[in-house]
């Protein structure tokens, strides 16, 4: 793995208990002389990791004779701010964080050739060249939440196809829940605000033998982006229908708080997966389906498909009806729904 640069991890533990050492003093200064004694650092050493901090976007307060103050932590979703409250046991319990990287997806590909490797998840503040689904570009600029989820479950292969839908539910949920909008599936895998696009899902998955070796979920959530610096270059794209933002620039929306939520959900839905318990996904994903009860014309790889799209079946799959006879469809683009 050559992008060490801005790389932070949550095996990182220096920065990680000088915050949780910071954040339990929160009403008063902690002194350097603890901080030292706690984490077996020199005075310098300490010094150094504060400064870091700060470079990091944290507001820490020195003063001479009474020590450090935790002022403001940060906004980035840096490791140790994501696994402080992190309520789930698989997702997450690994967490990478770059600056800047290509594509969180091409590393946790990389990654995946680890076995031992499951339920690490990749953050990116940008990415350079983020992937869109049908070899598509993904804008990826400041502001978003760019993420890659490596898992290695162990059930059926036809479940890979449910992916799309419940990663997408698991969204939807939490924008409920923590933003109080109302979004939309559009299927496959799009998350709509108000008819544009706000979120989209990519699922790389390695299947051995009828067996799952290992699914790479990438999840790109226009969070706080300015969505113009998005549809100024995707305009042109095949099926592009416009670009929002969950929120604007001046609100003060947490990212970390959303990415803690939604992972939470997610592992929730997985289980469910895991226990065969679908008919529950399948019923909330339907009920704020877009697509469904609609005309559509799909493109897939055998060609366009058109009919009214009546629903959806236990593998994910959507069932346009035309002249008497249903079609599943598992892959394809939505080119118009009305
Ligand atoms: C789509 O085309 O709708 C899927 C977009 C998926 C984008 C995400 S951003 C994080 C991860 N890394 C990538 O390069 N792509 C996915």
Not at 100 to 129: C, M, Y
Not at 142 to 162: A, K, M, Y
Not at 193 to 213: M, W
């Amino acid at each position: 793995m050559s992008n060490k640069q801005h790389m932070y991890t949550s095996l990182d533990d220096t920065p990680d208990k000088i915050v949780r050492l910071l954040k339990s003093h929160k009403s008063g200064y902690i002194s350097g002389e603890k901080l030292c004694k706690s984490l077996g650092l020199s005075r310098a050493a300490v010094w150094k990791n504060i400064k870091k901090l700060q470079s990091l976007g944290y507001k820490i307060d020195s003063k001479q004779k009474s020590g450090y103050r935790l002022v403001a932590k940060t906004s980035l979703m840096l490791p140790w701010e994501i696994s402080d409250g992190l309520q789930t046991d698989i997702i997450g319990r690994k967490i990478y964080y770059f600056d800047t990287i290509d594509s969180t997806q091409s590393f946790a590909l990389k990654l995946a050739s680890r076995p031992h490797e499951n339920g690490t998840i990749i953050v990116a503040k940008r990415q350079t060249h983020g992937r869109g689904r049908q070899d598509r570009r993904w804008i990826s600029p400041d502001g978003g939440i760019w993420l890659s989820i490596l898992l290695r479950p162990n059930f059926e292969v036809s479940h890979v196809s449910l992916f799309p839908m419940l990663v997408s539910l698991a969204l939807a949920l939490t924008i409920e829940k923590t933003l109080k909008l109302k979004p939309r599936l559009k299927w496959p895998n799009d998350v709509t605000l108000g008819d544009k696009k706000v979120a989209g899902i990519l699922v790389d998955a390695s299947v051995e033998s009828n067996q799952i070796d290992y699914l790479v979920i990438g999840v790109g959530i226009n969070f706080k982006v300015e969505p113009s610096a998005i549809t100024k270059i995707a305009k042109g794209s095949k099926n592009f229908y416009g670009a929002t933002t969950l929120v604007g620039k001046k609100t003060d929306a947490d990212p970390v708080m959303f990415l803690q939520t939604f992972l939470a959900e997610l592992e929730k839905m997985y289980n469910k997966v895991i226990e065969n318990n679908i008919s529950g996904i399948k019923k909330d994903w339907k009920k704020r389906s877009s697509t469904v009860g609609k005309n559509v014309k799909i493109s897939t790889p055998n060609g366009y498909v058109t009919g009214k799209a009546t629903g959806i079946d236990n593998d994910g799959a959507l069932l346009v009806s035309s002249r008497g006879k249903t079609q599943r469809l598992l892959v394809g683009d939505i080119s118009s729904q009305a």
